[in-house]
């Protein structure tokens, strides 16, 4: 069955540092993957998406992610964190059915 | 403005009650489905609906029932089965059924909560 981990339940990072959030996901077929970001009491938004076309997504906000079929991994990161990307982030695989699954979920504080 | 509804925001119960959850869509997907979440655990599949008047158990539908009487709906009961209702519930589209490869996208929530 597919499985999603996330490294890394909390990240604390200073604003202008680097954001590095960590995705493996186990299956002998690269799936889709993807990566969403929450706010407070708030539904999930896309950030990015993975569809085999290119292994360096880039999404919105500045961030991007590369996926690695040796290490299957899919790893969300930003150069520079801002104070508004304080939230929560989840990474999340497909194959060609109807289910996504989620990892657990990653809280990232923006230190100022 | 096209967009995915969630209705109420908060919502609180008896111990007992049924209640319904709202879910409206504006974005003529085909896909519609029902998550909850948990602090600490992700997002977990309670049911889906590929198509109109058609739907499928996910991976905790016990203790839940719903209904996809129009393209545009998906409506959520919690029954008084559910032994641990509280959390929050995301109700998501996608355009087509293939909800794995498709891109889903997900409503505000409404966090339900057990008195």
């Known amino acids: 069955a597919q499985s999603v981990t996330q490294l890394g339940s909390h990240v604390s990072v200073s604003e202008g540092a680097l954001v590095l959030l960590r995705c493996n996901y186990s299956?002998?077929?690269?799936?889709?993957l993807f990566w969403y970001v929450q706010y407070p009491n708030q539904g999930l938004q896309l950030l990015l998406k993975?569809?085999?076309?290119?292994?360096l997504v880039k999404g919105i906000n500045g961030f991007e992610a590369e996926f690695k079929k040796s290490e299957t991994s899919f790893h969300l990161t930003k150069p520079s964190a801002h104070m508004s990307d304080a939230a929560e982030y989840f990474c999340?695989?497909?194959?060609?059915?109807?289910?996504?699954?989620f990892g657990a979920g990653t809280t990232v504080t923006v230190r100022a | 403005d096209g967009g995915i509804t969630q209705s109420p925001k908060y919502l609180f119960r008896k111990e007992g009650q049924n209640v319904t959850l709202s879910c409206e869509q504006n974005?003529?997907?085909?896909?519609m489905y029902w998550y909850r979440q948990d602090p600490g655990q992700g997002l977990r599949l309670i049911y889906y609906?590929?198509?109109?008047?058609d739907f499928q158990k996910g991976d905790i539908a016990e203790g839940y029932s719903v209904s996809r009487e129009k393209k545009e709906s998906f409506p959520l009961t919690v029954t008084s089965a559910q032994k641990n209702p509280t959390a929050f519930y995301l109700c998501?589209?996608?355009?087509w059924g293939t909800g794995g490869t498709d891109t889903q996208y997900f409503g505000p929530g409404t966090r339900l909560t057990v008195l």
């Open positions: 998501a589209s996608s355009m």
């Open positions: 299956s002998s077929v690269p799936p889709y």
């Open positions: 993975y569809t085999s076309a290119a292994t």
């Open positions: 999340a695989a497909g194959l060609n059915d109807y289910k996504l699954s």
């Open positions: 974005l003529n997907h085909d896909a």
């Open positions: 609906s590929q198509i109109v008047n």
